[in-house]
C-alpha cells in the first residue's frame, strides 16, 4: 500500500513540469524565441503561453520550414535529430562542422556558434529541449507528437 501512496505522490509531483507555461518574445534583432523559461527582463514584448492552452495553426496552412543547425557534437546533436525524425517533421539538417559557409551562416543568424539550433520559420530555439521544440512545431501547425502507450502489464 506505502508502494501505490509513492507513486502516486511522485506522479502528481511530476505534472506540473509536463503542464508548464511557454513563453514567447521577441529580442532586439527582431527575432522570435520561445521557452518554458521566463525571457530577459529587458524584454518589452512577452506573450505567456499556457501549458495546455497554446494554439497551432490552422489545418491545411502553409507551414514554415524546419532547420537544424548541427555537428558532430555527440549524443545532445544525434538526440536533436532523431528526435525530429521521430516526430516525423520534415527538416533540412545543416551541419556547421562540414561547411564553412554553413558555419558562417549559423553565426549570423544567432550571433554564436552553438549547436544545436532549430528554427522553425524566423523562431530559433538554442540547444536541444524536446518540450519547448514540441511548442514550437505545434505552434507552426505540425502535429503533435503521438502519446506513447504503456506495454501490457505482466501477469
Not at 16 to 25: F, I, T
Request: overall charge positive.
Amino acid at each position: 500500500m506505502n508502494r501505490i501512496a509513492v507513486f502516486l505522490l511522485a506522479l502528481a509531483c511530476a505534472t506540473p513540469v509536463v503542464a508548464g507555461d511557454l513563453y514567447r518574445w521577441t529580442d532586439h534583432t527582431g527575432r522570435v524565441h520561445y521557452s518554458d523559461q521566463p525571457p530577459p527582463r529587458d524584454v518589452k514584448t512577452v506573450k505567456r503561453m499556457g501549458g495546455t492552452g497554446a494554439t497551432t495553426a490552422e489545418a491545411g496552412a502553409t507551414r514554415p520550414p524546419v532547420v537544424l543547425f548541427n555537428s558532430n557534437c555527440g549524443a545532445t546533436c544525434e538526440q536533436a535529430a532523431g528526435y525530429l525524425r521521430q516526430r516525423g517533421v520534415p527538416f533540412t539538417l545543416k551541419s556547421v562542422d562540414k561547411d564553412a559557409a554553413t558555419a558562417t551562416e549559423l553565426r549570423k543568424r544567432t550571433g554564436a556558434f552553438e549547436v544545436p539550433v532549430l528554427f522553425v520559420g524566423d523562431s530559433m530555439q538554442r540547444g536541444y529541449s524536446p518540450s519547448v521544440w514540441d511548442k514550437m512545431l505545434e505552434m507552426a501547425g505540425y502535429a503533435a507528437p503521438a502519446t506513447a502507450e504503456a506495454p501490457p502489464a505482466k501477469p
